[in-house]
């Protein structure tokens, strides 16, 4: 009997233990959460334009920011800002208008300055190249001009592109609604990982799937504008591409079908044309890591050669040298 007492006292403290780990986790995580709630959520604005009326923004577009630093910067997407006056609402309620000091069509960024009597928060940022698929992430904006707002999720998956080859994106299952745009999104420990962009779905709502832009990028595309006003990453042209499988002498390459492509810029000029196909660039494959990675090198001075086929006509190598590499103004 003594026997059977001890082991059922045993087996009852063994689950009490359990239990008590497993809430102490939980809470632990929630506790986590709030915490980097907290610390991010002052750093993050209300953006409304509009024709003149400051508090206004029925008038205008609205969406969310990002402070950048301590001397007013603030990072913003592009597609919010419309009319001729711009507004910040920090999160105490105070207004400020704000001035366009540079934007970048390519990525969607826009960086707003204001001069603000108040203490400014800007956001710790962390290294994007560090997030992995399933790390925990908070999506913190304005979704409906509702007020700023706090969602979670995680990470869905990197690199995500749909043709820009200037561009990739997180993927998250964190709700983005509208007026989410240009809003943070950060990591537990309260960091930014992303700007807010994109909402993919048919209504302009959320249903599962958003997009932000990754921190690293958005620093580089910040410091620029800050510093030079525009943008001087290396730009051949404004396209996009789709990833292609083809058979070809009994053997499958990839390749990067052109799907779109502006009539003008050095790809243009060139003759590269839609339904074009690229297979080699710089003598490597035509996939698109080896794409966005011939633009970044380009910028350092080397040269971009791409072997392209143009339906069913031969091959056609093409070179584009540093020198005939435009700059994004």
């Known amino acids: 009997m003594k026997l059977f ?23 632990n995580d929630k506790n986590k959460l709030v915490t980097a709630s907290e610390k991010s959520i002052e750093s993050v604005v209300t953006i409304s334009s509009n024709n003149g009326q400051l508090n206004s923004i029925k008038s205008g577009g609205i969406g969310s920011g990002v402070i950048f630093s301590k001397d007013g910067y603030i990072v913003t997407n592009l597609h919010i800002l419309s009319g001729n006056a711009i ?57 409906y001009a509702i007020g700023i707002s706090v969602s979670n999720g995680i990470i869905s998956a990197t690199g995500r592109d749909y043709g820009n080859p200037y561009l990739q994106l997180i993927q998250t299952d964190a709700a983005i609604n509208p007026g989410n745009s240009g809003g943070a999104l950060i990591n537990e420990n309260g960091n930014l990982v992303g700007i807010n962009s994109k909402i993919f779905s048919k209504t302009g709502a959320y249903q599962g799937i958003g997009f932000a832009i990754p921190s690293n990028l958005v620093v580089q595309i910040v410091s620029e504008l800050i510093q030079y006003g525009k943008i001087r990453t290396t730009w051949i042209g404004n396209f996009r591409v789709a990833r292609v499988r083809v058979n070809l002498e009994n053997k499958i390459i990839n390749g990067l079908r052109i799907v779109e492509i502006e009539s003008f810029g050095p790809l243009y000029e060139k003759g590269v044309r839609t339904n074009d196909i690229i297979f080699e660039i710089n003598d490597e494959e035509g996939t698109w890591s080896n794409l966005t990675k011939s633009l970044r090198f380009a910028g350092l001075g080397n040269d971009i050669a791409l072997k392209l086929s143009s339906g069913d006509k031969d091959f056609k190598v093409i070179k584009i040298t540093s020198d005939q590499t435009k700059r994004i103004n």
Do not use: C
Request: no cysteine; aromatic share 8%.
């Open 5 to 27: 007492q001890t082991y059922a006292l045993n087996y009852i403290l063994v689950i009490l233990l359990t239990f008590a780990a497993t809430w102490y986790f939980i809470s």
């Open 87 to 143: 507004n910040v609402r920090l999160n105490n309620g105070k207004n400020y208008a704000a001035s366009v000091i540079g934007i970048d069509d390519n990525t969607d960024i826009a960086v707003l300055k204001i001069t603000s009597s108040d203490k400014l928060n800007p956001i710790n940022i962390a290294d994007s190249e560090n997030i992995k698929i399933g790390d925990r992430v908070l999506a913190i904006g304005n979704p």
